[in-house]
C-alpha cells in the first residue's frame, strides 16, 4: 500500500511539473505573441551595442594588462558571444517571472484562450503596430504631463499670495 502511495505522488508531482512547463511554455506564447518582451529586449540589446564600443575597449586594454595574447578581434568576438547569452537569458527570466505572475491569475485553459486571441488577424496587426505608435504615444504623453504640470503649478501659484 505504502508502495503504491508513493508511486500516486510521484505521479501526480510529474503531471503537476509538465503542467507547469506547459503553462510557462504557453506564457512563452503568448509573451511572444504580443511582442511584450521585446522592447525589454530591444533596450537591453540597444544599451548594450552603445556600450559596446567603450566595453570592448577597456576589456581588451585589461586581458593585455593581465598578460593575455588577445586581439581586440578576439574581445569583439567574446562580447558578441557575451551579449547573445546575457539577452537569451534575460528573456528567459522574464518569461519565467511572468509565468509565476500569470499563475496567481490565470488558468491554463485562459492562458490558451488568450493565445487564441492573440493570434487573430486583427490581434496580430495592433501588435505589429506597437513598435511605431510606442515612441510617439510616450512622446506625447509627456509633452501632456508637462503642460499640464506647467499650468497647475501657475495656478497654484497664482492663488497663493505667499508665491505672488
Given at each position: 500500500m ?8 510521484f505521479f501526480?508531482?510529474l503531471?503537476?511539473s ?16 504580443n511582442?511584450?518582451?521585446?522592447s525589454t529586449?530591444?533596450?537591453a540589446d540597444?544599451t ?6 567603450d566595453l570592448i575597449?577597456q ?24 551579449k547573445?547569452?546575457?539577452?537569451e537569458?534575460?528573456?528567459?527570466r ?6 509565476e ?11 490558451k484562450e488568450?493565445?487564441t ?7 496580430q496587426?495592433?501588435?505589429?503596430k506597437q ?6 504615444l ?6 501632456i ?5 506647467v499650468r ?12 505672488r
Amino acid at each position: 500500500m505504502r508502495f503504491f502511495l508513493i508511486i500516486i505522488l510521484f505521479f501526480s508531482s510529474l503531471s503537476s511539473s509538465l503542467y507547469a512547463d506547459e503553462f510557462v511554455q504557453e506564457v512563452a506564447r503568448i509573451l511572444n505573441l504580443n511582442s511584450s518582451t521585446s522592447s525589454t529586449i530591444q533596450i537591453a540589446d540597444n544599451t548594450l551595442n552603445q556600450a559596446a564600443p567603450d566595453l570592448i575597449t577597456q576589456m581588451h586594454q585589461d586581458f593585455i594588462k593581465d598578460g593575455k595574447n588577445v586581439s581586440r578581434d578576439d574581445v569583439t568576438s567574446l562580447f558578441g558571444r557575451y551579449k547573445t547569452k546575457v539577452l537569451e537569458e534575460l528573456r528567459a527570466r522574464i518569461i519565467e517571472a511572468t509565468a509565476e505572475e500569470y499563475r496567481k491569475h490565470f488558468t491554463l485553459e485562459e492562458l490558451k484562450e488568450l493565445r487564441t486571441l492573440f493570434e487573430t488577424p486583427v490581434f496580430q496587426h495592433y501588435t505589429s503596430k506597437q513598435p511605431e505608435l510606442l515612441p510617439i504615444l510616450q512622446q506625447r504623453g509627456a509633452e501632456i504631463g508637462q503642460e499640464i504640470g506647467v499650468r497647475v503649478l501657475d495656478e497654484l501659484i497664482a492663488a497663493d499670495p505667499k508665491f505672488r
